[in-house]
T-cell receptor
C-alpha cells in the first residue's frame, strides 16, 4: 500500500521564480491538506480540499500561493514569484474522512523542501 | 486562542526512562488530539490520538493523559529506546470544521543508549 507521495523532494529556486509542488494522496482519500513547516517549527495549515473543492484556504500566506486539485486526486501547490521567506518544507496530508466526520486521522507525505536563494 | 503550546522544547533521557511531553490549549472546541513522531527528512507519522471523553489512552509504549478541565494533555513514552529519538508534535483539531490540525512547536527527544 503506497502512502502519500510528494515531488520533487527538494527544490531550489531563485527569488522571483515560480514553483509547483505535487502531492499524490493515498488512493480513495477524500480529504487533502497542505501544511508549511519552517525549520524547527511545527507544521502550519495552508489549505484543505474535500474531493476537488477547496473548502478552506485561510492559511495561504499571500495571493502568491495557489493550490488546486482538479480531479479530486492529485494536488498541486503553486507559489508565484518566490521569496526567501517561502523557504520551508511543504507537507501534504490525506485522509479518508470528510469534514464533519468524527474521525480526523491524517496521513502525511515526506514533504518537499523548498529553498529560495 | 487557536494556539497549542508544547513543552519542553528538547528532552534528553537515558534508555529505559519515561520522557513526558506536555501540551496546553485554549480553544474548548478542540475535540481531537493526536501526537505525531517525525524523523529528520521524513513526514510526521501518527503515534496515538485521544478525544476529550477519555482521560487516558495507551497504545504499546505510548500513553496519552488528558485533563479536560485544565485543557492539557501529555505524551508518556514507557521504556524509551534510542530508536525513539525524534521530534514529537502534539496537535488539536475540531471535528465539525475542516479538521485542520493546529500543531505545537515540537519537542526534540534524544534517548541515550
Amino acid at each position: 500500500g503506497a502512502g502519500v507521495s510528494q515531488s520533487p523532494r527538494y527544490k531550489v529556486a531563485k527569488r522571483g521564480q515560480d514553483v509547483a509542488l505535487r502531492c499524490d494522496p493515498i488512493s480513495g482519500h477524500v480529504s487533502l491538506f497542505w501544511y508549511q513547516q519552517a525549520l524547527g517549527q511545527g507544521p502550519e495549515f495552508l489549505t484543505y480540499f474535500q474531493n476537488e473543492a477547496q473548502l478552506d484556504k485561510s492559511g495561504l500566506p499571500s495571493d502568491r500561493f495557489f493550490a488546486e486539485r482538479p480531479e479530486g486526486s492529485v494536488s498541486t501547490l503553486k507559489i508565484q514569484r518566490t521569496q526567501k521567506e517561502d523557504s520551508a518544507v511543504y507537507l501534504c496530508a490525506s485522509s479518508p474522512y470528510s469534514s464533519g466526520s468524527s474521525y480526523n486521522e491524517q496521513f502525511f507525505g515526506p514533504g518537499t523542501r523548498l529553498t529560495v536563494l | 486562542q487557536q494556539q497549542v503550546k508544547q513543552s519542553p522544547q528538547s528532552l534528553i533521557v537515558q534508555k529505559g526512562g519515561i520522557p513526558i511531553i506536555n501540551c496546553a490549549y485554549e480553544n474548548t472546541a478542540f475535540d481531537y488530539f493526536p501526537w505525531y513522531q517525525q524523523f529528520p527528512g521524513k513526514g510526521p507519522a501518527l503515534l496515538i490520538a485521544i478525544r476529550p471523553d477519555v482521560s487516558e489512552k495507551k497504545e504499546g509504549r505510548f500513553t496519552i493523559s488528558f485533563n479536560k478541565s485544565a485543557k492539557q494533555f501529555s505524551l508518556h513514552i514507557m521504556d524509551s529506546q534510542p530508536g525513539d529519538s525524534a521530534t514529537y508534535f502534539c496537535a488539536a483539531s475540531v471535528s465539525s470544521g475542516t479538521y485542520k490540525y493546529i500543531f505545537g512547536t515540537g519537542t526534540r527527544l534524544k534517548v541515550l543508549a
